[in-house]
Nanobody
Framework: QVQLVESGGGLVQAGGSLRLSCAAS????????MGWFRQAPGKEREFVAG????????YYADFVKGRFTISRDNAKNTVYLQMNSLKPEDTAVYSC?????????????????WGQGTQVTVSS
């Protein structure tokens, strides 16, 4: 069992930045691929970014490319999402997820564990 706890959300003005963190309880954290997803009110959960177990490969949704950066520190059992140039449409609950394996990082079905999420609100 892996427990994931997100932090770092909050209220920020458009154009601002936030860094989300996701702390994992797994002793074998470095074995897991990780992803960030978000869900806005009335919308389906959508993929934001993913990172391989080693950090050597990263994946992004088109709408965040050039603005968001995913990274991980396996020594700290933590994955990060640096969000810059935030827009009001980025407002959502952001959740991290862990996966043992699978194909595309984009699909929620390939993830085995989920955090509770952290709220990000971007004001215009």
């Amino acid at each position: 069992q892996v427990q994931l706890v997100e932090s770092g959300g909050g209220l920020v003005q458009a154009g601002g930045s936030l860094r989300l963190s996701c702390a994992a309880s797994a002793r074998t954290f470095s074995s897991y691929g990780m992803g960030w997803f978000r869900q806005a009110p009335g919308k389906e959960r959508e993929f934001v970014a993913g990172i391989s177990w080693s950090g050597g490969s990263t994946y992004y949704a088109d709408f965040v490319k050039g603005r968001f950066t995913i990274s991980r520190d396996n020594a700290k059992n933590t994955v990060y999402l640096q969000m810059n140039s935030l827009k009001p449409e980025d407002t959502a609950v952001y959740s991290c997820a862990a996966r043992i394996g699978g194909h595309s990082y984009n699909y929620t079905s390939t993830y085995d564990y989920w955090g509770q999420g952290t709220q990000v609100t971007v004001s215009s």
